[in-house]
């Protein structure tokens, strides 16, 4: 009989390439990967792969046995699931995965709140902008912000949240100080992301070489500290004592905000406390998510 292990230990290097790389993957030894290796050939009795200086290459058995491996992963990914859905505790694991700004300046004193209310639910939270894979169960719930639905796969089971709108900050001394005849702000721009056409002509607009970062903290520190003009998402910029819009400029959309689980996964109890929950909360931050809940100064 085939070792699902083994098998596993397979598809690793067929995916990272080498055995180094897939066994610092898998957090063992390379030589634990190549026994388990070893032990799939003599089991199959077929070589595997081709060792070239540029890495592993699959034989033309190793090929077929691919298919059939990842057949097998899935189907071991859907009974995890099945029985997933039928664990209806209020204990065990949470993941929850989710863009940095929403987890630390929206969503972080919700989660707090839910957790004193579940005390047994051990809860992980993956501030990331990357759709993580709640198929293979990197996380149980993700919350994104999703300009096209039809980008989503189609397996996920959404709840449809407030749509995200975003606008442009700069600090109230800076603004102060321009109106006063100071020099014109810069533009603060996210490592990889162009400068808007705005910000080189009209009566508002950016002036100098942008200043560039690629880390939301820093960005928020950089316009706080006068350097220039942001975008930011409105729930950040407006709640922030030290910043104010830039006078006429429109708002712009990034997209809507989704809460999103996966098959059975999401029947789980913890699951579904979760999602009620915080699709609650979303819909009361919807003015502040859409841009309208702005103080007057």
């Known amino acids: 009989m085939i070792d699902w292990d083994d098998v596993r230990y397979f598809l690793a290097v067929v995916r990272a390439g080498s055995v180094r790389s897939a066994a610092a993957g898998l957090g063992v030894n390379h030589s634990t990967v190549l026994r388990r290796i070893a032990q799939l050939e003599k089991r199959l009795g077929a070589q595997m792969f081709e060792k070239l200086p540029s890495g592993y290459r699959l034989t033309a058995a190793g090929e077929e046995v691919q298919e059939l491996a990842e057949q097998m992963e899935a189907s071991s990914h859907q009974l995890e699931t099945r029985v997933l859905g039928r664990d209806q505790s209020v204990r065990g694991l949470l993941r929850v995965t989710l863009p940095s700004p929403l987890a630390g300046y929206l969503l972080m004193p919700d989660f707090a709140e839910f957790a004193r209310l579940h005390p047994d639910i051990e809860m992980e939270i993956l501030s990331s902008g990357e759709l ?45 100080a321009w109106r006063a005849g100071g020099t014109g702000p810069r533009w603060i721009a996210i490592s990889g992301h162009g400068v808007p056409a705005w910000t080189s002509k009209g009566e508002v607009h950016a002036t100098g070489t942008p200043f560039r970062t690629n880390d939301f903290e820093a960005q928020i520190a950089a316009v706080r500290q006068g350097i220039g003009i942001t975008t930011l998402p409105c ?17 712009h959309l990034y997209g809507t905000v989704w809460l999103l689980t996966q098959g059975e996964a999401r029947k789980t109890k913890r699951v579904r406390l979760f999602t009620e929950f915080v699709s609650r909360r979303l819909a009361a931050y919807a003015p502040r998510l859409e841009g309208v809940a702005i103080s007057s100064d």
Not at 138 to 157: C, F, G, K, M, S
Not at 240 to 247: E, G, N, S, Y
Request: charged share 25%; aromatic share 8%; hydrophobic share 45%.
């Open 132 to 176: 993580a894979n709640l198929t293979n169960r990197e996380a149980d719930v993700a919350i994104r912000v999703v300009y096209d639905r039809n980008t989503l796969p189609l397996n996920l089971h959404g709840l449809k949240g407030a749509e995200l709108f975003g606008g442009f900050y700069i600090s109230a001394d800076r603004l102060a």
């Open 235 to 251: 729930f950040v910029g407006d709640t922030d004592p030290l910043l104010v819009r830039v006078p006429d400029t429109d708002l």
